[in-house]
């Protein structure tokens, strides 16, 4: 079956403790998207991969960073988490760049204490 | 100002009414996206427009690019159709693979 997972889907965390959310994908595409999701300001791009060891910032890069050194996995990783990164965040992927359809994982509920 | 702007933000409808959600935006894009949020939270992918218009099932995208504007319509509504429906284009100015979200339009369709 085609999809993206992600894990954990859900983690308590506290504040400065390094976490890493694993994204992985079976589709072979080499478009891969980190999201965050907050009420009232919707979904907004942290950082994307265009392909291996291809990644470039979004919209809210700070206190992130990512990964593409396999073409299936873009994990992503906060080095000392604070509470303003608490979110539900989403991992996607596409084939080639975001003009093509883009499959969703099923979404990392993150709490930062 | 946000780029993307989606109206109305929340819309209730009854079982078969024939519904229109709006984006505008004020950037030049080069595609557009229509997303699907589910209550439980799953998102899935509808459409992507450069121009025109596409179809699939109940659901109808059209986008014109001379006036920054894409609709979302839904036919024949139901109750299942309940969910956020989210507007994201990518910008001609933008780094390649950056998309930028409207805040989404809460749809609730009453049986």
């Known amino acids: 079956e085609a999809q993206v997972t992600q894990n954990p889907r859900y983690l308590i965390t506290v504040t400065g403790k390094k976490l890493t959310v694993t994204c992985s994908q079976n589709m072979n595409h080499e478009y891969m998207s980190w999201y965050r999701q907050d009420p009232g300001l919707g979904l907004r791009q942290i950082y994307y991969s265009m392909n291996v060891e291809v990644t470039d910032k979004g919209d809210v890069p700070e206190g992130y960073k990512v990964s593409r050194k396999e073409k299936r996995n873009f994990p992503l990783i906060l080095e000392s988490p604070s509470p303003n990164q608490t979110s539900l965040y989403f991992c996607?992927?596409?084939?080639?760049?975001?003009?093509?359809?883009?499959?969703f994982g099923p979404g990392t509920r993150l709490t930062v204490l | 100002k946000n780029e993307v702007e989606q109206s109305p933000q929340n819309l209730t409808a009854q079982e078969g009414e024939f519904i229109t959600i709006n984006c505008s935006y004020s950037v030049g894009i080069s595609a557009l996206h229509w997303l699907q949020q589910h209550p439980g939270g799953g998102i899935v992918s509808l459409f992507m427009?450069?121009?025109g218009k596409k179809k699939h099932g109940r659901l109808i995208a059209t986008i014109n690019i001379q006036e920054k504007h894409s609709s979302l319509h839904i036919t024949a509504s139901h109750p299942r159709d309940s969910a956020v429906y989210i507007c994201a284009v990518r910008s001609h100015g933008g780094s390649q693979g950056n998309l930028i979200f409207g805040k989404g339009t809460k749809l609730s369709v009453k049986p």
């Open positions: 427009l450069s121009s």
């Open positions: 996607a992927s596409s084939t080639q760049d975001s003009y093509n359809e883009q499959f």
